[in-house]
Protein backbone atom coordinates (compact mmCIF):
# COMPACT_ATOMS: atom_id res chain seq x y z
CA UNK A 1 0.00 0.00 0.00
CA UNK A 2 0.90 3.64 -0.54
CA UNK A 3 1.91 6.37 1.98
CA UNK A 4 -1.09 8.15 3.08
CA UNK A 5 -0.41 11.77 2.03
CA UNK A 6 -2.34 15.09 3.11
CA UNK A 7 -1.79 18.50 2.81
CA UNK A 8 -3.58 21.89 4.16
CA UNK A 9 -2.66 25.59 4.24
CA UNK A 10 -1.94 27.12 7.38
CA UNK A 11 -2.50 30.98 7.75
CA UNK A 12 1.16 31.33 9.68
CA UNK A 13 4.64 32.13 8.33
CA UNK A 14 6.55 28.90 7.81
CA UNK A 15 9.00 29.65 10.43
CA UNK A 16 6.39 29.34 13.13
CA UNK A 17 4.78 26.50 11.34
CA UNK A 18 7.68 24.11 10.85
CA UNK A 19 8.76 25.06 14.64
CA UNK A 20 5.36 24.21 15.64
CA UNK A 21 4.15 20.94 13.95
CA UNK A 22 8.25 19.14 14.19
CA UNK A 23 7.93 19.64 18.39
CA UNK A 24 7.05 16.37 19.66
CA UNK A 25 6.35 18.24 22.69
CA UNK A 26 2.96 19.47 20.89
CA UNK A 27 1.52 16.30 19.44
CA UNK A 28 -0.77 15.99 22.04
CA UNK A 29 -1.92 19.44 21.97
CA UNK A 30 -3.17 19.04 17.90
CA UNK A 31 -3.53 15.12 17.48
CA UNK A 32 -6.45 13.64 19.26
CA UNK A 33 -4.93 9.99 19.46
CA UNK A 34 -1.58 10.91 21.27
CA UNK A 35 -1.62 10.47 25.28
CA UNK A 36 1.98 11.55 26.24
CA UNK A 37 5.50 12.29 24.19
CA UNK A 38 8.82 11.64 26.34
CA UNK A 39 12.03 12.81 25.11
CA UNK A 40 15.48 11.43 25.52
CA UNK A 41 18.21 13.69 26.60
CA UNK A 42 15.77 17.34 26.19
CA UNK A 43 15.14 16.50 23.07
CA UNK A 44 16.75 18.72 20.63
CA UNK A 45 15.83 19.17 16.86
CA UNK A 46 18.74 17.30 15.02
CA UNK A 47 18.77 14.52 13.13
CA UNK A 48 19.13 10.85 15.36
CA UNK A 49 17.34 12.56 18.22
CA UNK A 50 14.62 10.20 19.55
CA UNK A 51 10.90 10.62 21.16
CA UNK A 52 8.61 8.34 22.68
CA UNK A 53 5.18 8.45 21.87
CA UNK A 54 2.22 6.64 23.67
CA UNK A 55 -1.36 6.75 21.20
CA UNK A 56 -4.71 5.45 21.91
CA UNK A 57 -4.81 2.80 19.15
CA UNK A 58 -7.95 0.99 18.19
CA UNK A 59 -9.18 1.40 22.52
CA UNK A 60 -6.07 0.16 23.83
CA UNK A 61 -2.34 2.47 24.28
CA UNK A 62 0.80 1.94 22.53
CA UNK A 63 4.32 3.44 22.85
CA UNK A 64 6.46 3.32 20.06
CA UNK A 65 9.89 5.09 19.70
CA UNK A 66 11.05 7.55 16.62
CA UNK A 67 13.88 8.51 15.50
CA UNK A 68 14.32 11.74 13.45
CA UNK A 69 15.72 10.92 10.21
CA UNK A 70 15.76 14.20 8.32
CA UNK A 71 15.96 17.85 9.49
CA UNK A 72 16.20 21.04 6.71
CA UNK A 73 14.52 23.61 8.54
CA UNK A 74 12.49 25.42 8.13
CA UNK A 75 11.52 23.21 5.23
CA UNK A 76 11.34 19.29 6.24
CA UNK A 77 11.20 17.01 8.98
CA UNK A 78 11.28 12.99 8.88
CA UNK A 79 11.14 10.62 11.46
CA UNK A 80 11.45 6.48 11.78
CA UNK A 81 9.86 4.01 14.37
CA UNK A 82 12.60 2.31 15.93
CA UNK A 83 10.86 -0.37 17.99
CA UNK A 84 7.61 -2.29 17.86
CA UNK A 85 5.33 -4.62 15.45
CA UNK A 86 4.26 -1.48 13.51
CA UNK A 87 7.01 1.41 12.89
CA UNK A 88 5.34 4.44 12.06
CA UNK A 89 7.57 6.67 8.89
CA UNK A 90 6.34 9.83 9.02
CA UNK A 91 7.76 13.35 6.93
CA UNK A 92 6.53 17.13 7.28
CA UNK A 93 7.35 19.47 4.19
CA UNK A 94 6.20 23.13 4.78
CA UNK A 95 6.33 25.75 1.96
CA UNK A 96 5.69 29.40 2.14
CA UNK A 97 3.49 30.94 0.58
CA UNK A 98 2.63 34.05 -0.60
CA UNK A 99 0.82 36.77 2.95
CA UNK A 100 2.95 34.81 5.34
CA UNK A 101 0.80 31.67 4.93
CA UNK A 102 2.42 28.21 4.71
CA UNK A 103 1.48 25.21 2.93
CA UNK A 104 2.00 21.49 5.14
CA UNK A 105 2.35 18.56 3.31
CA UNK A 106 2.01 15.31 5.77
CA UNK A 107 3.06 11.75 4.78
CA UNK A 108 2.68 8.79 7.25
CA UNK A 109 3.76 5.03 6.47
CA UNK A 110 3.86 2.22 8.04
CA UNK A 111 6.01 -1.13 8.37
CA UNK A 112 4.93 -4.17 10.08
CA UNK A 113 7.15 -6.52 11.54
CA UNK A 114 6.68 -9.82 12.99
CA UNK A 115 2.69 -10.05 14.07
CA UNK A 116 2.87 -6.25 13.00
CA UNK A 117 2.68 -7.63 9.58
CA UNK A 118 -0.66 -8.62 9.39
CA UNK A 119 -1.99 -5.71 11.95
CA UNK A 120 -0.30 -2.67 9.52
CA UNK A 121 -3.48 -2.65 7.01
CA UNK A 122 -5.97 -2.08 9.82
CA UNK A 123 -3.61 0.55 11.53
CA UNK A 124 -3.26 2.63 8.28
CA UNK A 125 -6.99 2.86 7.84
CA UNK A 126 -7.52 4.08 11.44
CA UNK A 127 -4.43 6.59 10.43
CA UNK A 128 -6.70 7.28 7.39
CA UNK A 129 -9.82 8.55 9.05
CA UNK A 130 -8.07 9.88 12.17
CA UNK A 131 -5.06 11.75 10.84
CA UNK A 132 -6.94 14.92 8.86
CA UNK A 133 -9.29 15.55 12.35
CA UNK A 134 -5.36 16.18 13.42
CA UNK A 135 -4.60 18.02 10.53
CA UNK A 136 -7.85 20.58 10.69
CA UNK A 137 -7.08 21.12 14.66
CA UNK A 138 -3.70 22.02 13.89
CA UNK A 139 -4.55 24.08 11.65
CA UNK A 140 -7.53 25.69 13.90
CA UNK A 141 -4.76 25.42 16.85
CA UNK A 142 -2.17 28.04 14.97
CA UNK A 143 -4.62 30.10 13.22
CA UNK A 144 -6.15 30.96 16.05
CA UNK A 145 -2.76 32.57 18.09
CA UNK A 146 -2.07 34.59 15.38
Known sequence: MSALT??????????????????????PDWQGDVLRVDVEDGYRAEVGARFTTTRRVGGSERTMTQRVTELSHPRRWAVEGVDGPIRPNASITVEPLDGGRSRVTFTLDFAGHGVGVALAPMVRRLAAKGAPRSYASLKRLLEAAA
Open 6 to 27: STIEIARPQDEVFAYVTDPTHF
